[in-house]
């Protein structure tokens, strides 16, 4: 199992930085927040997720250790639960792009939002009559 060498967290820019040796990741508070291993993002079980939304904001409280295995991260909508081990942070960071990715489509065909508060309305062109 790898272990960081290295966890720095940027409260103003909202980043979390884990550095695996030579390997890096940067991660945004509202990547980890919608990526977050607890249930109440993940379920149960396959086919259980809820879908994120409105967390483009967010940020991290804290940071507190879950043993030589892992982080709880605390964010400042109240979330804390799930336990971010360094395999899932590794997963995420080789991950991290297409994963953005597939977030964002899946707002767009639910037609939500990272913004909070906010509505998306897709507008259909006018049709030939």
């Known amino acids: 199992m790898k272990t960081p060498d290295k966890i720095q967290l940027h409260k103003k820019t909202k980043l979390l930085d884990v550095h695996f040796g030579e390997q890096h990741y940067s991660f ?5 927040r919608v990526h977050s291993p607890s ?16 967390k483009k904001f967010v940020a991290i409280n804290k940071l507190e250790a879950a043993g030589n295995y892992g982080l709880r991260i605390h964010f400042d909508d109240g979330h804390n639960s799930g336990i971010f081990t360094w395999a899932l942070l590794d997963q995420l960071g080789k991950q991290q792009q297409q994963l953005q990715q597939e977030y964002e489509q899946k707002l767009h065909q639910a037609k939500l939002s990272r913004e909070p508060n906010a509505q998306v309305i897709n507008i259909m062109p006018n049709s030939p009559p």
């Open 28 to 32: 945004s508070a509202e990547f980890l």
């Open 39 to 54: 249930a109440e993002v993940q379920g149960h079980g396959p086919g259980q997720e809820t879908l994120q939304h409105g």
